[in-house]
């Protein structure tokens, strides 16, 4: 009987993906998927520490698995993987001692089914785990063997790392360096994940439009969309994220010329306070990011916006966080993801900047905000019903069998009822009721879209 693994994720996008390229390397190992902890030979979790509540869910858990070893005699092999394997190695053997067979960085991945096995042949004797951290720069991934969790969506990579170093964060350390993809390299995968029915690509790097192709010299991000854009399959392209600084009027004009490019931009902001922006070496200032908004509308007029904030960054005071109030109501964002300051290790705000803003004032502060960008976003959402929209069924809902999500290109999330064979299809939907976080309607007659392929997406 194959033996089993199970992979629990934490985190962005990119760990999402790196949770799926580990499992393709595992079942190439031999082993098979299950989403049991207690039939598992080996558990994988792969940690996020960009916030600190997601690193104390991975003790959490290694707690779990400590009890269930002593409870049920069930010790499978323990492998931390991403961030937090990255940044505190060997520390986690400390903080959780006992569980832990094998800590594996966020470049080293590939070495993962090579330590399990190691790992394996050793469990039961007295036994030091196993690290691996090496930065690693190759970032080429074979193709064909990422196990994509989503039928419809595939995330594909062109950038890994960064070089910004904005001070709250900790990606350049725990992810390293900015390095490109080669363009031959993502247009394979992006191909090979057309044919296997997956409708949409979604182009992942910590600042993907600063992209630049190591293989040919004359495509930046602009030309990678139009090449992405050329793949026969494709009919749907996202990114995450853009970095403000480099959006340039060249990705503008290119995202309005190409079609399958959702209309959709994460633009992260973090504080709507200049001040604030350059303690946190954003780089831009209030101004110049919402004379950026001003340009992208004018650019792409049916565009939404979503971004991230910060709230009770270290030196903010209540005249910073109104501002940041304003500049959400002045961009009118479809979605935010706000988060209150907690010092990551090792980044420049935790070694300079007292955290000085007390956390019931960081409360009031999130709570603020969030209730603002609710009445936002209820209000956009409400301007849908009646129309119609274009929607990419990409689930059948958990909760009631006969009814699907999709998105718009947009990105607002759409509700409706429907059979499961219009999973992975393009719909018209026409909208009938808003809430805050999606909305609800009813499908038209035909099938919308720049294509329509019912035996590749498995109707
Ligand atoms: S741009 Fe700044 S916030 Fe984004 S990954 Fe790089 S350092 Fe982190």
Redesign the pocket.
Known sequence: MARKYLIETFGCQMNVHDSERMAGLLEQAGFEATEDAAAADVVVINTCSVRERAEEKLFTRLGELRQLASAHGHDPIVAVAGCVAQQEGEAILKRAPGVTDVIVGTQAIRRLPMLVEQASARKGRRFTPLIDLDPFDDVTFPLGVTRRADAVKAYVTIIEG?????S?????YT?GHERMRPKADILAEVAEAAATGHREVQLLG??VNHYAAPDDPTCDFSGLLEAVHEVPGVDRIRFA?P?PRHVTPRFLQTMAALPKVCRHLHL?V?SGSTRILDAM??RYTRESYLALVDEIRASLPDVSLST?MIVGFPGETVGDFEETLSLTAAVGYHSMFSFKYSARPNTLAEKRLADDVTEDEKTRRIVALQSLQREIQTGLNARLVGQTVDVLIDAASRRRETELSGRTSGNVVVNLPGPGEWVGHLRAIRVERAGPHSVWGQALGGVTGHRFDSAAAGA
């Not at 960064?162 to 904005?166: A, I, L, Q, R, Y």
């Not at 709250?168 to 350049?172: D, E, K």
């Open positions: 960064c070089n910004e170093f904005c709250f964060c900790v990606v350049p992810r910590q600042i994220s970095h992260p973090q070496r954003r991230d």
